[in-house]
RNA sequence: GGAGAGGUGGCAGAGUGGUCGAAUGCGGCGGUCUCGAAAACCGUUAUGGGUGCAAGCCCAUCGAGGGUUCGAAUCCCUCCCUCUCCGCCA
């Protein structure tokens, strides 16, 4: 949500930022239905000071007796009633037309994004490793080590996956794997929900927005699209100490996305399901703090990637291309060698202050008189799923085994690579 | 799922229709005292919004949303959450 004081102080700034993501002008009408919201505001306030004004003295009057007075004044209150009500539902629905039109803006982008409206403009910043060449690509590789499309599908439908034996103790040591280092490296891990109120769903703005690409349950609780959802949410309606912050959170969770508007991609294979497990890193923290903060996430989630030996480069997305919350971001891609191209792995946002007014999360600074609000930031510290792609193309061997990377042994019980099944 | 109790300021805890945004205590902040500190004493201490150059004035908020009333922390309804007992359950 944006900052409607700062709006109407330079909207052409928030227009600007606005057209850097490809969109036409929108908060013209924002401004137009909070100018409407104050006028409507400025009179109703005006008719409660008159009526609490009225209704004191019929409180002075009747305790004195003068019960003749009290009538009189309690007709003319009676006038003001209609036109209170009034206001009050003319108020309703202009907070709400308000809001409806301000929830559904993305964040600006900030000043060192790169112009650009899709992919093309991303900005390639760094590259980690040595990308080999040739292979099989994943899908045909898990086929024979224990990855059975069929049997999900009947189970499930389409875009899920069972695993089996090595390959499902592979999946499982990725994620444990990833959240060790992260916790070995100073972030406080978390165990979470995974099916959340819709309010929580706002906070961190997939809703109301991207509804359909959400699951939703019979009782109007969500399934988290990512673990961002529940650990950022974790100081919704909350006003932090300074001294509490930064505070680094990691979880892994599985993460549901109903890939609505995907249909037709990445349908092959386990590159993009309805289900997945992801270690997310969750920072909150001060303004001061997030620049700092954004690139100890990206070394963080790049940790994993060189620890495992996995070349990836680094992308500073363009303005056009990034997430609806998100003022800078940096994607992580992973170097695929069957499939021959890079492919995110990860992605790195700092929002700034976006979604803490949307969940009106604060912190209090030490020596200052009031709150404001916290900066989040979120990030993959890897996805897990596609992390198993990631080793599976790159350490295959020419008979179709995959060599277990060094830093997952400890999690297989012994198993050293894995083998096609005859 | 059934029965009951309850949600008030940073915390504890009064308040059951009329100057209640809310007593009191604790905590926090400022001050007096002190070489310094403690104690004691004095003062101060919510958030959001509207309006105004400003000082200020005004509105809203006692879990959330509705309702009754001239007037609601107080009465009614719905929902959320917490606790106790019973049932069920990984």
Redesign the pocket.
Known sequence: MHD??ALRADPERFEAALARRGLPRAFDAVLEA?KA???I??L???D??R??????A???A??RGAHAE?EA??AE??A??DR??AA?AAE?GAVARVEALASQLPNLPADDVPDGLDEAGNVEVKRWGEPRAGGLEHDALAARLGWDPEAAARLAGARFAVLSGGLARLHRALGQFMLDQHVAAGWQERAVPLLVREAAMFGTAQLPKFRDDQFETVDGRWLIPTAEVSLTNLVRET?LDEAQLPMRLTALTPCFRREAGAAGRDTRGLIRQHQFEKVELVTICTPEQAEAEQARMVEAAEGVLEALGLPYRRMLLCAGDMGFAARRTFDLEVWLPGAGVFREISSISWCGDFQARRMDA?F?AKGE???RFVHTLNGSGVAVGRALVAVLENFQEPDGSVIVPPPLLPYMGGLERLTPEA
Do not use: F, H, P, Y
């Open positions: 409607l004081k909070d919201l104050r006028t505001q400025t109703l306030q005006a409660l000071a009526r609490n004004d009225l209704s004191k019929i409180g002075a009747m305790t009290a004044l309690r209150v009676a003001l009633k209170i009500a009050e309703a006003i604060r209090r008189k009031g709150t």
